[in-house]
Structures are given as structure tokens and as C-alpha cells.
């Protein structure tokens, strides 16, 4: 159980160009969902958390007008990279948290590999 | 700010030999602690994790963890690894706000 899916696993885009990455929990449902960002040889960095039915919480640094989320339902939430340019390149992993007792234990994804040329 | 550090940041064993990763985090707080390994091309998995109760708590794949609060630390330990132990080791905290801070990862390195 507590699988999360993440789409599309890696992706080349054009600068200027907006992308967007699901992720989506295949069997719970997840009030919230988390997106981070990896750097290579280095830890993941919060960007966000994701609440279904509300406006994302950002952190601090991170462009709301840039990487645009949206949880719309309890199974899903997007990522929307806009305008990227090569400076966003970047492997972005999303998680999701099972509600009650469970919740601060998070799933996550196999990430996104996002190249911007 | 909460923050958590991991003390070794590549490892290099043979098998057999025995591992211990240290993770240490700063927050007063009542505390969760996870440990999750990344295996090359794949996604983080749970390893352990420690909420309450017994302090030394085991998880996957003969890995342990002790939490020690007066040294707010959390190491991960195995008796003896094997070459597909060879991934990536983060420990993470949260205070219960469901935010997981991670530390730097540990790349361990298994020689068969």
C-alpha cells in the first residue's frame, strides 16, 4: 500500500515553456501532498505543501508565480513549472501523507527529471 | 528553524562490515524521525521511523535506529551490509507539523 505516482518521470522542454508534473496517490487518499526539489549530491529541499481544496504553502525563497500548484482533489496534485528556464532544471520528487495516525509518515514519488534547454 | 545534520557524507565498506550513520537535529520539541533510503533510479522508501515508545526501533532490511534525545541524535545502524545496501541514506525530522527537514544524505558504497 501507500503508493504514490508521479508523471511524467523525465522531461526536456524549450525555455520559456511551462511544464507540469502529477502526482497522484494510487490508494489513499492524501490531504496533503509535499513537493521538493533535489539538486544534485544534495538533500531534498521543501518547495511546498500541497492541501487539497486550498492555496499551497510556499517556502520561504520559493515563487508562487513560478511553480504553480494545484490539489484539486484528494488523490491528486500538480506542479506546474512556468516559463521555465535552464536554472529550473532539476530532479522535483512530490509525497503524499495519509490522514490520521499516519500522517506525518510521507510516500514519495519516483520524481521528475525536468532538463530546460 | 529545525535542522538536521548527517555527519558522513559518503561511505565506502566492504560486506559484512558493520554501519553506523549518524544523523543529529536541532529542535526542542517533541520530535518524528524517519530514516529513507534511495536506491539508484528509484524513489525514496521508508526505512524506519521512531514517534514514540521503545527508543531503538527497527525497520526494513535489518536496519535499526536508536533515538537518543539528551544527544538529539538518531543514528542508523546494520550489523553487517551487503552490496545492495550501496544507496542513498537521509534522515528527516518533523515536530509533528508534518514537514519533513532533511538532512544532507550519506552515500554508502558496498563492495562485494
Known amino acids: 500500500g501507500a503508493v504514490v505516482s508521479q508523471h511524467p518521470s523525465r522531461v526536456i522542454c524549450k525555455s520559456g515553456t511551462s511544464v507540469k508534473i502529477e502526482c497522484r496517490s494510487l490508494?489513499?487518499?492524501?490531504?496533503?501532498m509535499f513537493w521538493y526539489r533535489q539538486f544534485p549530491k544534495q538533500s531534498l529541499m521543501l518547495m511546498a505543501t500541497s492541501n487539497e481544496g486550498s492555496k499551497a504553502t510556499y517556502e520561504q525563497g520559493v515563487e508562487k508565480d513560478k511553480f504553480l500548484i494545484n490539489h484539486a482533489s484528494l488523490t491528486l496534485s500538480t506542479l506546474t513549472v512556468t516559463s521555465a528556464h535552464p536554472e529550473d532544471s532539476s530532479f522535483y520528487i512530490c509525497?503524499?501523507?495519509?490522514?490520521?495516525?499516519?500522517?506525518?509518515?510521507?510516500?514519495f514519488g519516483a520524481g521528475t527529471r525536468l532538463s530546460v534547454l | 528553524a529545525q535542522s538536521v545534520s548527517q555527519h558522513n557524507h559518503h561511505v565506502i565498506l566492504s560486506e559484512a562490515a558493520s554501519l553506523e550513520l549518524g544523523c543529529n537535529y536541532s529542535y526542542g520539541g517533541t520530535v518524528n524521525l524517519f530514516w529513507y533510503v534511495q536506491y539508484p533510479g528509484q524513489h525514496l522508501q521508508l526505512l524506519l521511523k521512531y514517534f514514540s515508545g521503545d527508543p531503538l526501533v527497527k525497520g526494513i532490511k535489518g536496519f535499526e535506529a536508536e533515538f537518543i534525545k539528551s544527544k538529539f541524535s538518531f543514528n542508523l545502524r546494520k550489523p553487517s551490509v551487503q552490496w545492495s545496501d550501496t544507496a542513498e541514506y537521509f534522515c528527516?525530522?518533523?515536530?509533528?507539523?508534518?514537514?519533513?527537514?532533511f538532512g544532507q544524505g550519506t552515500t554508502l558504497q558496498v563492495k562485494p
Open positions: 528527516a525530522v518533523n515536530a509533528d507539523t508534518g514537514k519533513l527537514i
Open positions: 509525497s503524499a501523507s495519509p490522514p490520521g495516525i499516519t500522517k506525518n509518515i510521507q510516500y
Open positions: 490508494d489513499f487518499q492524501a490531504t496533503t
